[in-house]
């Protein structure tokens, strides 16, 4: 026999109201007795009646100050015969050389000359003409290019050279060498 929709939401609904009325047992019950080996019958009362001369000898702790002798407390033996008959020692104020940081490294240098610019073609991107030192060749170079095997154009300006030696991520610049006038 089929059962209806309504009749399997109401046995739905019994068998949670089942399950809560467990839940509800199980949380509101009393708890079993437990031993925890201490009860009122073995307590039995310090016998300290008065705490007056604790409370003294605290005060007193707790008034003194510390004198240094000249002795130093953190170093175990005796004191030096010659220190105990100076007294106590002199302030000497010590000055530690902290260590310096390391110098910045020299910024690269392009073992190239740069004599000129230009734009190829009209509008296009700008292109910087580059001579080798030992006058072996002529580069012609864009921004992003790499010359001389490591060394990258990051800017090609109306004065200056901006790149970039990829080995060591150092940044540098050449300035534009004009040639001399006749």
Do not use: C
Not at 38 to 65: C, H, M, P, R
């Amino acid at each position: 026999m089929a059962r209806t929709r309504q009749q399997k939401e109401l046995m739905a609904l019994a068998a949670l109201a089942v399950v809560a009325a467990g839940i509800w047992y199980l949380y509101f019950r009393r708890p079993a007795k437990m031993s925890t080996g201490f009860s009122a019958g073995n307590y039995t009362q310090i016998n300290a009646q008065d705490y007056g001369k604790i409370i003294v000898d605290l005060s007193k702790a707790q008034g003194t100050e510390y004198k240094s002798a000249g002795r130093n407390i953190f170093v175990m033996g005796a004191m030096p015969v010659e220190a105990a008959n100076q007294g106590p020692p002199k302030k000497v104020f010590i000055v530690y050389n902290q260590p310096q940081p390391p110098a910045p490294p020299p910024p690269p240098v392009l073992p190239a000359v740069f004599f000129g610019y230009g734009m190829l073609p009209a509008g296009g991107a700008r292109q910087a003409f580059l001579k080798d030192e030992q006058g072996d060749g002529v580069y012609i170079v864009s921004e992003g290019d790499v010359v001389l095997s490591h060394y990258r154009i990051l800017h090609i300006g109306n004065e200056r050279l901006d790149f970039e030696d990829t080995t060591t991520g150092l940044k540098g610049s050449r300035a534009l060498e004009a040639a001399p006038s006749a």
